[in-house]
């Protein structure tokens, strides 16, 4: 089936991509995919996908098995900045993966629940001893007002039920409770003059929801939240090739740049 109207907010939408399905709210600002998941084996789907992605963690699951360092990087590292300097004491973690962040809070004074749908991925931490299970993000129906902060690196993208996610999250949170994530910033296709349809980062069905700046300040108004910090990566990651990755760090010098990928606090309200 197709959206009529916004799927967070009731407002009107309009073609925003035909080669990639996705409509534009005129009053929230979301774009996002105009089918929603009816006709979609979509548990299936994401069984797929997430088999194939697994692989690219490979290394870095065999370096927490060894008990070594793994850094976070940097796109998490910056979200992680914010949130603890609050010194939240009960963390959850939407999407956990393989354990970054479980593993990154070990030693700091926190307690720590990661929630992860992929079986095989959750046991994998528990078998390292961190607290992850096997949930998506419906298990904070579980946790009324429990936690200082709620997690969710490069997830809300690929949630058709997107508004009920930020309802359950909000209602999660403690009040002053934090939610912090990142996403892809649907802005960087900004930075190709001669784009056309293309997105620069997956599309439908694998990502759904496609966010800017603008976009995540009309939803956390929307849901209650308050902006406590939202930026957008201000350097390039690398490229293929140096003259790619010197024509866009010209687009930083010149102050047209589009980074890949937002960083965001919200504040429960």
């Known amino acids: 089936m197709k959206y ?11 073609e925003e991509n035909k080669t990639n399905e996705l409509v534009k709210c005129s009053s929230c600002k979301l774009t996002f995919y105009e089918s929603d998941f009816t006709d979609i084996d979509i548990a299936a789907y994401y069984k797929s996908v997430y088999e194939t ?67 095989h991925i959750a046991e994998s931490g528990a078998q390292r001893g961190l607290n992850i299970t096997q949930a998506d ?9 429990v936690f200082d902060t709620l997690l969710a690196f490069e997830v809300i993208e690929h949630l058709d039920n997107l508004a009920d996610c930020i309802k359950l999250i909000h209602a999660a949170l ?8 990142t996403v892809p910033n649907y802005d960087k296709r900004l930075n190709y003059a001669e784009r056309g349809d293309k997105i620069y980062q997956s599309g439908p069905p694998l990502h759904v929801n496609f966010f800017t700046k603008e976009s995540i300040e009309k939803m956390a108004d929307l849901f209650n939240f308050k902006v406590d910090y939202l930026t957008v990566r201000a350097f390039p990651e690398s490229q293929k090739t140096k003259k790619k990755l010197l ?8 102050g047209n740049f589009h980074g890949s990928t937002i960083f965001c606090v919200l504040r429960k309200d």
């Open 4 to 14: 009529t109207s916004c799927k967070i907010c009731g407002g009107p939408i309009h």
């Open 53 to 119: 992605e697994y692989t690219n963690f490979n290394n870095a699951e065999k370096n927490l098995n060894k008990g070594e360092d793994v850094r976070i990087g940097y796109n998490k590292g910056q979200v992680m900045k914010q949130v603890l300097k609050h010194h939240p004491k009960k963390i959850g973690e939407i999407g956990a993966g393989i354990g970054l962040i479980a593993n990154f809070l070990r030693n700091k004074q926190v307690d720590y629940s990661g929630f992860e749908p992929v079986a």
């Open 137 to 145: 993000f419906t298990v904070l129906a579980q946790y009324p007002s």
């Open 174 to 181: 403690k009040p002053g409770g934090r939610f912090g994530f």
């Open 247 to 254: 024509r866009l760090f010209t687009r930083v010098f010149l």
